[in-house]
Every structure is written in structure tokens, then in C-alpha cells.
């Protein structure tokens, strides 16, 4: 599920008001066309950004303190992937 699909399911769920069919529809630059859902999507983003970069830094933490070049390296990978996540819309 892409960050913008679980996005979708959240305020289908929790904000998604009956009337209205088409929240989801969205304009020539990708944006929705409902300022409501719009701002509900960027501070989605900026919850979920922030949420992967605090669980990357964890790995880069646990980098720090162990002992072998493998480990580092490992840890070091884990949070490379974690921060490619923010990428996925």
C-alpha cells in the first residue's frame, strides 16, 4: 500500500463526509482538488516524514555502537531504506 492509499483509507474512515463521492480526485499538478483533503494530505506527509526520519535515525544510533564494519553497515542500510520510503507517494 502506497503512502497515499493508506492516506486515502484514513480519512475515507475517519473524515471522509458522506455527501461528496469524489474527495479523491485529483488536478493536472496531482494535488486534490478539495483544499480540506489537500491539507489533510500535507500534513499527512509531513507526520509520516517525520515518523520515518526519527525511526532512521534510530538505525544510525544503533550504527554508532556496534562493534563490527558489518553491523555498521547493516544498521547504516536500514536506515538509507527507511529514509527511501519518504519517496513512495
Known amino acids: 500500500m ?3 492509499e493508506a492516506f486515502e483509507k484514513w480519512y ?3 473524515c ?6 469524489n474527495w479523491f480526485r485529483l488536478d493536472s499538478d496531482g ?8 491539507y489533510a494530505w500535507r500534513t499527512w506527509q509531513a ?7 526519527k525511526a532512521a535515525g534510530v538505525c544510525v ?8 564494519f558489518q553491523q555498521r553497515k547493516s544498521a547504516a542500510t536500514c ?3 527507511i529514509r527511501a520510503l519518504k519517496d513512495e507517494t
Open 79 to 81: 536506515a538509507e531504506a
Open 16 to 21: 471522509y463526509p458522506r455527501e461528496h463521492s
Open 47 to 53: 507526520a509520516t516524514d517525520a515518523a520515518l526520519e
Open 2 to 4: 502506497t503512502t497515499r
Open 12 to 14: 475515507e474512515v475517519d
Open 31 to 38: 494535488d486534490y482538488e478539495f483544499d480540506e483533503v489537500q
Open 61 to 68: 544510533d544503533i550504527s554508532a555502537h556496534q562493534l563490527t
